[in-house]
Structures are given as C-alpha cells and as structure tokens.
C-alpha cells in the first residue's frame, strides 16, 4: 500500500525546506563574497581615493595684485588687507525658513537683503561647491566684535583676511588707473577672462583695465583635511600652494606734472580735462579729467555712492573727458588749417590778408573775436594774434578741395589714438560727403554750404575731437610728422623689481611736412605766446623757458564758451605737449593757458614772472 503525497513524513518535508533557505543562503553569500572583493580588489584604489576627497576640502587662495607706479617708482596703487565676511552654506540649517532667518540677519550686518545674499551664494556655488562664500569685504570691527560674541548663532560664518586695493592719493590719476570689481557673466565668456569664476576680481576701466592679466596674478591652493563635520582637523592642512602675485606696472606718468595738471582744474571747479606728453615716444606724463573720483568707493559703493557716479550725464565723474570729451576746438585747430593751405598750395608763409574785423561770406557776416582788427597780417601774424578773418579766407579757399578734412585726417583728427586705456572715443570732421548725405536722409535742414568749411576752418561747427587727439596733432607738427602712438604704459617689473618689459609703441605713420612750413607754423606760435599782443603773452610772456602755444575758445551751445590751450616747449625744438581744455571756461588766456602754465611749472621746475599788457579775447 503505497502513501500519498501529502502523507509524507513531517522530518521530509523539514529536510527540504533547510536545503531550500541554506541553498539561498550560500548564493547569497556568494554574491556577497564577489561584492566584497570587487570593492577591495579590483576597485579598492579608486574608493580609496574618493574617500579620501571626502575628507578634504580645497580652498583657492587669491593673488594679491601687481602694484602700480609712477615714472620715479612711488607707488600710486598697491593692496591692503581687509575684514571680509565668509560662510560656509552647509552649516546652514537644513529647515528653510530658519536658514533665511539666519542671512536675513547677516545681511543686515553688512547692508545686503536677502535677496541679494542668496543670489551671491548661488553664484559662488554653482563654480566652487562647498567653498565658503565671501558675501562683504571691508566689515568694521564692531560687526566682528558682535559675530564673536554671538557665534553660536551663525555657525559657519567666520571672518577672514583678505587683499583690497589700496589708493595712498585718493582720486589722483583715477581715471588712468581705474579700479577693480568682480568679474562680470559677460565678461567670463570672454577668451581673454578664461579660468576665471564668478567671485574673482578684474580690472575695470584705466589700466587696471588693460594689463589686467599682467597685475591680476595666479592664485593658490588650500587643501585641509576635515572631520565628518566639515571641520577641519588639528593640522588638518594637507597641501598649499601659495598664490603668484601679479607683476607690478610703471606707468610713464610724472606724479608732479599729474598733481599739477589735476590741481589745475580743480581749482577753476568746470568740467575739463588736460594731457601732457612727449611728442618724440608718445610716453604720457600726465593725463587728467575734472570732475573726477575716488576708486575706492567702486570696491564696495553705497546706493547712494551709484547714484552720484552714474545718475549725472553733465557733471559725469566718471567719464575720462581727455580721451571720451567730444568738443569743438576752437582756434587750436588754426595749426591744421595753416598745415593745409601751406602744403596744398592756396597760401605761403608771406601770403597777406587785410583784416579789418569784419567780412561777409555768401550774405553771412563773420567777424573776429572781441570785433578785432588787425590790419595786414601774414600767417606768423595771423597765428600771433589768432586773426579769425585770415583763417575764415583760408577756409573759404579750401571750399572746392578737401584739403581741411584731409589733412585733419593725417593728424589723427577725430580718430581713435590707439592709446592703451579703453572707452576711447573718435569723433568728427565735417565734410560735404557728410552733410549732403545727413540733408538727403532728412536729417539736417541744409546741405553743406561754404560758411561750413569756414567755420571748420576756425575749429568751430560741427567739428567733434578730444583734448589727446589735439595733442598728438601738435606732437607731430613738434617732431617735424611722426605720428606718435599715445601709452600710460611704460615698464612691467616683477615683485622683485627686475624688468620684465617695455612698452615702446611704433609710430601710426609719418606725415610729409615740409621744415619750412613746420617752422613757419611754429614761428606764429612761439609769437603767440611770447611776443608782446600775442594771445597768451599775458600768461606765457614771463615764462623763462621758451615755448610756442595757441588759444582757442569753442563756441558749444547751449553751453558757454569752452577754453583751449596748447603748448609745445621748449621751443624751437619741444620736448613736451600739454593740452588743457575747460568746459565753459570762457577765452582760452583766462582759464586753460594758467593751467597749462601750471603744469609746465611743475615740469621744468621754473616759475613765470608777470608781464604787463591785457589778455585778449581769444
């Protein structure tokens, strides 16, 4: 009789269900077993590594910037060190409305909202995770002071060291220098800010600007062993690799000639700018602009700081107006016109006009300033006393040809100089061309005319140039027609001093002058200058060093008359160029030729003694 299936014995059925689960088991273990061994064996090394990542945490070090200098090696730019805020974001807590409590606090310590707080976390972290985040620089002690007796409630944030540009002279030469910022989004997709991360600094404007990748540097490492907390270990500092600082420019800026020449604006409180160079290299002494500003408010500014720089397009502190002014010249531009009727054949140096003070051209009266007369005059004459009529008949010559623009052009008029500080402007230089185009667009209400190239003629009109084009102009007619490329720029050192580079720009081209011509030029201007009625011999006639200037007053509605003043010394064969321009200055002797005298003062080192005589309205 046989038993079912069912009617097994009880210690079977046992038996099977062991081997069962203990098959299971082993198989289990098996899979286990090869884990275990890929892990430790085969892997083994790479965790190992990732492990130890984990126990790290690695810090960029910021490189101190190069210093900058002036031509005798005194420093106008260098570092100082500054209180910065940092946090680190994983100590935060974890519940959200407690870690926006715990930054809304923060940034009412250094006068962030929250908004903006959080936006700079999350810009730092997207490029650096786990880093901690600087939200301010600059923070006083008392916030130091309360930090540490309330540490317990902000973990994680701690206060730290770090480099600020320092401005020993305040504003001095602060549209040359420019200042420092963050680096932009725009700017990180730049080739030229490649590597660089948000939270890195750059220069902004001047030369800070230019040879930014010159004095930024390269930064160092950090890396600091940490507990599971996060917090480092008693040392914990595993690797440091210190940061390189950047290498140090000098400038080629004379620092008496920069504080004589910004002084000398200051003092009249109008809008101006002045330049000062050597018309044989371009190398520039002094450059200034009035009003100007201090570079240290741009490191951590104030609303209402933001407001006073950029909100005001008159008074704009901010704009370099030696290399972004657009201005008529006025009778500064009488050296161009004399250039280009003495080499395009409508005039010689002995060429004579009958100024009575007063012509009129195609029914339009012109007559000179302070309604002058100056009998027969010749072009040194003309130059001496900046006879309007002479030039008015030299322009109305030159109507039918395009001697005045050519020429205007082969001086570097209304072009971009080439100069190594950025923003630089162009400008214009009317032409039939243009303004018959400007008429058939609709845009003017005429089409060019003679009394358009007579004033042009004058430097009046629709002429637009800056004060550094002008100089570069006279530079050339000084060196007998090398036009110079303009540089700030002289040497870059390293932190030891040693030369690493000379900045010697080529000439952007030579112009054909005729010497004779260039000293007839010079001739009129030396008169002008230092020849009793000369139009700043009231200014220049006591100056021992022999000079050659010209006056200028530029009519700019609605505004009042703009002054000019040029001046090459020493004569006959100058060494320097200084241009001064002063908005709504008035006649170029009254204000912009003090200046210039100022400034040629400071550089020979030679005071001037007063002559008699009355300054004339030019």
């Not at 623009?405 to 950025?422: E, K, V, Y």
Request: hydrophobic share 35%; net charge negative.
């Amino acid at each position: 009789m046989y038993l079912r299936s069912d009617q097994r014995p009880q210690g079977s059925r046992l038996l099977l269900r062991v081997a069962v689960v203990g098959g299971v088991a082993v198989a289990l273990f098996a899979v286990l077993f090869f884990r275990l061994w890929n892990l430790q064996v085969i892997d083994g090394d790479k965790y190992l590594a990732e492990a130890q990542t984990n126990r790290t945490r690695e810090y960029k070090v910021i490189a101190p910037r190069g210093d900058i200098l002036y031509s005798d090696g005194s420093v106008l730019v260098d570092n100082r060190t500054s209180l910065a805020l940092t946090i680190e974001t994983s100590k935060l807590p974890h519940d959200e409305a407690q870690a926006n409590a715990e930054l809304k606090e923060l940034g009412s310590l250094v006068n962030m909202p929250l908004k903006k707080v959080k936006r700079k976390i999350r810009e730092e972290e997207d490029v650096a995770p786990g880093a901690p985040v600087q939200l301010r620089r600059d923070i006083g002690h008392d916030i130091v002071y309360y930090l540490e007796e309330n540490q317990r409630d902000f973990p994680g944030v701690k206060v730290e060291q770090v480099f600020v540009r320092a401005y020993p002279e305040g504003s001095r030469a602060a549209h040359l220098v420019g200042s420092v910022g963050e680096v932009s989004e725009e700017e990180l997709k730049e080739q030229r800010y490649k590597g660089l991360e948000p939270g890195d600094e750059v220069g902004k404007e001047g030369v800070e600007d230019t040879y930014d990748h010159l004095l930024r540097g390269v930064p160092g490492t950090t890396r600091v062993q940490v507990d599971a907390f996060g917090q480092p270990t008693p040392g914990g500092e595993l690797v440091s690799q210190p940061p390189a600082p950047g290498d140090n420019l000098k400038l080629a800026i004379d620092p008496k000639v920069q504080e004589a020449g910004e002084d000398s604006l200051a003092s009249y409180g109008l809008p101006g700018a002045f330049v000062t160079m050597d018309v044989q290299n371009g190398e520039l002494l002094g450059l200034g602009s009035y009003p100007t500003y201090d570079p240290d408010v741009l490191i951590e500014p104030s609303q209402k700081e933001v407001d006073e720089l950029y909100e005001d397009p008159e008074w704009a502190p901010l704009t370099n107006r030696a290399t972004e002014g657009h201005y008529p010249s006025g009778s500064t531009f009488k050296m161009i016109t004399a250039m280009a009727a003495l080499e395009g054949g409508v005039a010689t140096p002995s060429t004579t006009i009958v100024d009575n003070g007063f012509i009129e051209i195609a029914g339009q009266p012109f007559q000179n300033a302070g309604k002058q007369a100056y009998g027969p005059v010749d072009l040194e004459k003309a130059m001496k006393v900046s006879s309007d009529i002479y030039f008015y008949e030299l322009g109305r010559e030159m109507n039918q040809t395009d001697l005045l623009q050519n020429w205007a052009a082969r001086f570097g008029i209304a072009q971009q100089t080439g100069i190594d500080l950025p923003g630089e402007a162009e400008g214009q230089v009317p032409s039939k061309e243009w303004r018959d185009q400007l008429y058939a667009e609709g845009e003017t209400d005429r089409p060019w005319a003679v009394g358009d190239n007579i004033q042009l003629a004058t430097g009046q009109g629709d002429l637009q140039m800056d004060p550094l084009q002008l100089a570069v102009a006279y530079a050339a007619l000084a060196n007998g027609g090398k036009l110079v490329t303009p540089h700030v720029g002289k040497e870059v050192l390293d932190p030891l001093g040693r030369v690493l580079k000379e900045f010697e720009p080529k000439p952007r081209r030579e112009i054909q002058i005729d010497p004779a011509t260039r000293d007839a030029i010079m001739a009129g201007l030396h008169a002008s200058a230092q020849e009793p009625e000369g139009t700043s011999y009231p200014v220049f006639g006591g100056f021992p060093i022999p000079v050659a200037g010209k006056t200028g007053t530029a009519q700019r509605p609605p505004h009042e008359d703009q002054a000019w003043y040029v001046v090459l010394a020493p004569y006959p064969n100058p060494r320097i160029v200084t241009v001064v321009t002063i908005e709504e200055g008035g006649f170029g002797a009254q204000t912009a030729a003090p200046a210039a005298l100022r400034i040629l003062e400071a550089y020979f080192d030679k005071k001037a003694t007063e002559v008699g005589g009355e300054t004339v309205a030019e």
